[in-house]
């Protein structure tokens, strides 16, 4: 195990709702990174926290939000719910500025948009 | 544009025989490549990963090839067991801003036949 932690573990919402999700790096890495996995496909990437402050965004519109906590946990925001919003959420963590070593990744939390 | 993908989605090999999951890149300006290994439910594991200046490099069982002519990797598995059932990504790691991104492809999933 990689000992990044994430919670919840399933998440079902409405449309319209919003959401918050949860990471615990792993000890020692200050760099936290998420991503969006679709059924089927590889993970995209969502944006990147360093130090507490954002470090590089993918695709993403504006209602995907984050933050990173003192301890280097960190949260992801996702407001106004869309059904393609449908999908597992990863976050990874990794130390070095702006990820720099190998980005390890928790088990996800699989949100389920109604 | 920015793609990462894969030959085969499917492979399905004998245990003991070697198993070869192929990738395709497209972007030359990629600094390293990482090979993950996920399991149903679980985040992605890394696996081994290989620098743009190098042509192989050798891990437990596992031996990953880059052709940087052709813009081709590949991941050998030796000796393939039921435990290396899985999906496998190749990731392509891009210094941009500061920030390592990892692009994904969509994945080979690998089935072992006992």
């Known amino acids: 195990e990689t000992g990044v932690t994430q919670s919840p573990t399933h998440l079902i919402k409405t449309r319209g709702q919003q959401v918050t999700l949860r990471c615990s790096s792993q000890s020692g890495h200050n760099t936290v990174s998420w991503y969006q996995q679709a059924l089927g496909q590889g993970p995209q990437f969502i944006f990147q926290y360093y130090r507490e402050e954002e470090n590089g965004r993918g695709n993403f519109p504006p209602r995907f939000s984050g933050l990173q906590f003192p301890n280097y946990s960190s949260e992801l925001n996702v407001n106004a719910l869309e059904l393609d919003d449908s999908a597992l959420y990863l976050c990874a963590s990794s130390s070095g500025q702006g990820g720099a070593d190998t980005q390890y990744f928790g088990p996800g939390t699989r949100l389920t948009v109604l | 544009g920015e793609s990462v993908g894969l030959h085969l989605p499917t492979l399905s090999v004998q245990e003991g025989d070697n198993s070869i999951i192929n990738c395709a890149y497209s972007?030359?300006?990629?600094?390293?490549f990482i090979w993950y290994k996920q399991e149903s439910g679980k985040g992605p594991q890394f696996i081994i990963d290989?620098?743009?200046?190098?042509d192989k490099r050798q891990g437990q069982r596992v031996t990953v090839l880059l052709n940087k002519t052709v813009k081709h990797l590949s991941l050998q598995i030796a000796a393939t067991q039921p435990g290396d059932s899985a999906v496998y990504f190749c990731?392509?790691?891009?210094?941009?801003?500061?920030?390592?991104?990892?692009?994904f492809g969509t994945g080979t999933r690998l089935k072992v036949l006992a």
């Open positions: 990731a392509e790691v891009r210094i941009t801003s500061g920030t390592y991104k990892y692009i």
């Open positions: 972007n030359s300006a990629s600094d390293y």
């Open positions: 290989i620098r743009s200046n190098m």
